[in-house]
């Protein structure tokens, strides 16, 4: 019988691949990255003698047990790291190793491919020395350096403040945190304090520490722009009816994340909209099992849910595979998985309200400003667009446009773009559409060439 | 939209067979309804390579080709952009000796229909195109052919067509057709019941349906040709590039994209869809690395496939129906359809208004699958298409 393969080793993938080794199975494991660990337990690239605790902080304590359960059932599993999974089809999967082509044979898909950061363009985002604020992070953990000596962390989400705490910690200046979301969104942490009181006292604690060391903090934060002409040298904002400027040299950019959804696009998963994220995600049930027979949907690529609610999505996932094999299976275990699932989904909840995305910046958006980087398209020829040919699709945006056509094929603009056209032609979010995806998932050489 | 509509000529299907004739008809003062299941020019026609060529095409359809190159010099005019339109000439290249001979004879063929086609050996070829890699036999160039972007044509034709009058209804699929003493009924998934004169039977690869409703089985199966494209690159291709054989097809386009052609796609449980198959877009991708050595480092970013309808002669259908009066079909391009469209759509505004066109189609009559048998008698369509009906019965391509 062929084996089941993973896509990620983030807390969903590692939980997934031991539960079904602790099944018998000898699952086939890809990950683009070369180490084990996700986003958020990403590990440095080489040893630097940081520790545990210097890395995950608060989070130590479950980095390390990750890490240490998938190297446990290394000898248990095929694993394929540094491996780029750029399509499938038919129970056989394309990776792109070291720029050598292999095709894997797989009988159950789970799908952990996690997020990446969710951003809106603004004046100056694609100067140098602006990153999101998930690549501020990955900078750190995985290389060990700053994206700046003075650096100022803007939008919303929990990793604003988590990343700007992370760079306060490891010793660099943080000029500013800028959060988008009023002051009285804020209020729904307080409120969600019984629901989840250690992460709301953890966000807090970040907040309270930055606070305490001298980093200003504004709510509310309207009308960024990043200035600078080589480079990035300063923001400029309005927050509180004023305008504001500050000099920097690095800055951290996201509003929150967006689920990764091309693996299970190409799988062909249906998808539904979900409010939540504002963004489209593939249909699941409770126990992750999509619309197609024998594919499992897990962590934040189903949905933005967060690392814990990953590794009790993996775990269930795999379950969900045994269970349609007829393996004997703990069903209480399943139960408590799914209840905890459920009650991290008002969690989220809670914190979406806390850092709301800015929806209504769409509109304020300068007709000049770039909108797709990979194809150079403005704000404004998107609008000229929707109005010269009545379009209120993305996929018929993209085909007029180049929106989403180039080397992120949308991974990185197409949330923005989506905002721009349900503005410019008056519709929904929900109601424009996705672009469809597309192998390959990301850019491979030409010259790729196959294995033996 | 539901409802009730009258119209003179019913279009099923907004791709660029479609959309061109709704725009000529228009032209005339016609009357038209344009329906598309989708988006218009979101199927082949929007999806297509992007080859504007008429070198390596068959004799028979180089009237109609040098019809439609007509079209897309006038394009600007047409429908208000270029398209991305140039003129920049296409190159088909051979392998082999046997390769070269074949380009001969074609030159050969066709020296008749002002292709003005220049062969060249390997020699001359490498001083013209020196990006071309070694181990080309040999090429003809034809100046005059060239590429656009499907994307940008295919989707301001129908919008052309519209701003010129016709009424555009796209998300509406046409679920059925019969004819009636007063004309042609239309019914749409929407609801929307219309009446025409005339009907176009432009649905591409779902058109065989329609005419098999009007007892007119027509050979037309599906194929799915498969492109990749890479990243943008420094300019490098300044032709249309074809092969003897077909192995490849590339172009590289303003933004500095190569489109590169070749191979099949995957037919999905819906055969309205295709994926590309891992190893096709492989194989086009290695092609493409050791034909142009400049690409050796270039990434693919994307890859696709289109459906479209081909037929066994691998000629398109365009004519008057065999069994139906007033119904007119030009489908089953047969994955060369992109050049010859916009011609199309001006024969069929023709075919329309005069019940024949100056541009000879007889070759792509569909009664060239029909068994031999007297042709129907057109009868009448009702009062305000007598007309029409009348001077069809001396149309071109109607069987004898
Ligand atoms: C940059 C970044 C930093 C984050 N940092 C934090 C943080 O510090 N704290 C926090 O609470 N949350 C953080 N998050 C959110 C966090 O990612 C998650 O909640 C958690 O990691 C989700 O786990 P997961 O298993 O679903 O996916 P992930 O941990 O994201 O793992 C997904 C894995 O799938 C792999 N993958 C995806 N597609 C493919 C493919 N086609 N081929 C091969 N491999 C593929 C990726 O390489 C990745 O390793 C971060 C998110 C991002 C994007
Ligand atoms: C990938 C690819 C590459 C190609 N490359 C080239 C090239 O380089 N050069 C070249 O000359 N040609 C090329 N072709 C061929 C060319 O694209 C086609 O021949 C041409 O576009 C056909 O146009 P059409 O209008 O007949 O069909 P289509 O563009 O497919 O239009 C038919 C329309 O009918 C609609 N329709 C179907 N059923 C219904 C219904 N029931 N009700 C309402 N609407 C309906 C469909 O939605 C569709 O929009 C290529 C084709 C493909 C797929």
């Not at chain 1, 605790?53 to 359960?69: I, M, P, W």
């Not at chain 1, 929990?158 to 700007?164: F, K, N, R, S």
């Not at chain 1, 969690?347 to 850092?355: K, P, Q, S």
């Not at chain 2, 066109?357 to 057109?378: E, Q």
Request: glycine share 12%; proline share 6%; net charge positive.
């Amino acid at each position: 019988m062929t084996a089941p393969l993973i896509v990620g080793v983030g807390p969903a993938g590692i939980r997934a691949a031991q539960t079904l080794v602790a099944a018998g199975l000898r699952p086939q494991v890809v990950d683009e990255a070369p180490a084990s660990g996700g986003q958020i337990y990403r590990q440095p690239l080489q040893p630097d003698g940081r520790s545990a605790q210097a890395l995950y902080g608060s989070e130590a304590g479950k980095a390390v047990d990750l890490h240490r359960t998938f190297d446990g059932v290394l000898g248990k599993i095929d694993y394929y790291p540094n491996a780029l999974l750029w399509n499938l089809r038919d129970g056989q999967a394309d990776l792109a190793i070291a720029g050598r082509a292999k095709r894997i044979a797989y009988d159950g898909l789970i799908l952990a491919t996690g997020a990446t950061d969710r951003i809106l363009p603004v004046p100056g985002w694609t100067l140098p020395g602006v990153y999101t604020l998930g690549g501020s992070q990955v900078a750190l953990k995985a290389q060990g350096c700053a994206i700046g000596r003075k650096v100022v962390f803007c939008g919303t989400g929990p990793l604003l403040y988590l990343v700007a705490w992370q760079y306060w910690k490891a010793g660099v200046t943080v000029a500013a945190v800028l959060d988008t979301a009023p002051a009285s969104a804020k209020l729904a942490l307080v409120r969600g304090l019984t629901l989840a009181p250690a992460i709301v006292l953890r966000g807090l604690k970040f907040g309270f520490d930055l606070k305490r060391a001298g980093v200003p903090i504004y709510s509310g934060v309207e009308a960024l722009r990043f200035g600078g002409t080589a480079r990035v040298e300063g923001i400029s904002w309005r927050a509180g009816g004023r305008e504001h400027h500050l000099l920097c040299d690095g800055i951290g950019y996201g509003l929150s994340l967006r689920p990764e959804t091309q693996v299970a696009d190409l799988a062909g998963c249906a998808f539904r909209f979900s409010a939540r994220d504002r963004a489209f995600v593939p249909q699941k049930d409770a126990a992750g099992r999509s619309s197609v027979a024998g594919v499992y949907l897990a962590g934040d690529g189903a949905g933005i849910a967060g690392a814990d609610a990953a590794e009790r999505a993996g775990e269930r996932a795999a379950l969900a595979l045994l269970q349609d094999r007829a393996f004997p299976v703990d069903t209480a275990r399943c139960a408590a998985l799914e209840s905890d699932l459920a009650k991290i989904e008002k969690i989220r909840d809670m914190l979406e309200a806390a850092f709301p995305f800015p929806a209504h910046w769409a509109a304020t958006l300068p007709d000049d400003l770039t909108l797709c980087r990979c194809e150079d398209v403005s704000v404004g020829s998107v609008r000229q667009a929707v109005q010269a040919f009545g379009l209120t699709e993305m996929n018929r945006l993209k085909a007029v446009t180049r929106t989403g056509m180039g080397r992120c094929q949308g991974r990185m603009c197409g949330a923005a773009v989506a905002e721009v056209l349900a503005g410019a032609c008056g519709r929904e979010v929900a109601a424009v559409g996705r672009l469809r995806g597309q192998a390959p998932v990301k850019p491979v050489p030409l010259t790729l060439e196959a294995a033996e | 939209m539901s409802g009730r509509l009258s119209v003179d000529v019913a279009i099923i299907g907004g791709g660029l067979a479609g959309s061109s004739a709704a725009l000529a008809l228009r032209g005339m003062g016609i009357s038209v309804a344009l329906f598309d299941k989708g988006f218009c020019g979101a199927q082949a026609s929007g999806v297509n390579y992007g080859g504007v060529r008429r070198q390596g095409r068959p004799p028979e359809q180089l009237p109609l080709a040098a019809r439609a190159a007509g079209v897309w010099t006038r394009l600007r005019g047409l429908i208000g952009i270029d398209g991305e339109y140039e003129r920049s000439g296409h190159l088909k290249l051979a392998q082999t000796e046997a390769d070269m001979a074949a380009l001969e004879a074609y030159a050969e063929t066709v020296s008749g229909y002002g292709l003005d086609l220049q062969l060249m050996g390997g020699a001359a070829l490498r001083k013209r195109f020196p990006w071309i890699g070694d181990g080309m036999v040999g090429g003809s160039y034809c100046p005059s052919d060239g590429h656009a972007n499907p994307r940008l044509v295919a989707t301001a034709f129908p919008a052309a067509a519209r701003r010129a009058g016709a009424q555009v209804f796209e998300q509406t699929a046409v679920v059925g057709v019969t004819r009636q003493a007063d004309g042609f009924w239309l019914e749409t998934a929407t609801n929307l019941r219309v009446r025409a004169g005339i009907v176009l039977n432009t649905a591409g690869a779902w058109a065989a349906p329609f005419a098999e409703s009007f007892g007119e089985p027509l050979p037309l199966s599906r194929i799915y040709p498969s492109m990749i494209v890479t990243e943008p690159l420094p300019p490098l291709m300044d032709v249309n590039i074809g092969m003897e054989g077909g192995a490849i097809y590339a172009r590289q386009v303003a933004r500095g994209n190569c489109v590169i052609g070749g191979e099949r796609g995957l037919v999905l449980a819906d055969p309205d869809f295709s994926r590309p198959s891992s190893d096709g877009a492989r194989a086009i991708m290695n092609r493409a690395a050791r034909f142009f050595p400049a690409l050796q480092h270039a990434h693919a970013i994307r890859f696709w496939t289109g459906t479209e309808g081909a037929t066994p002669d691998k000629n398109p259908i365009i004519g008057f129906s065999t069994t139906t009066p007033g119904l007119i079909h030009a489908f089953g391009f047969t994955g060369a359809g992109f050049q010859i469209t916009p011609g199309v759509g001006e024969v069929l505004a023709e075919l329309v208004r005069d019940g024949h066109s100056p541009t000879p189609i007889t070759a792509f009559s569909p009664a060239r699958f029909r068994p031999a048998r007297s042709p129907a008698s057109p009868g009448l369509t009702g009062a305000q298409d007598q007309n029409n009906q009348q001077k069809s019965e001396q149309r071109e391509g109607f069987p004898s």
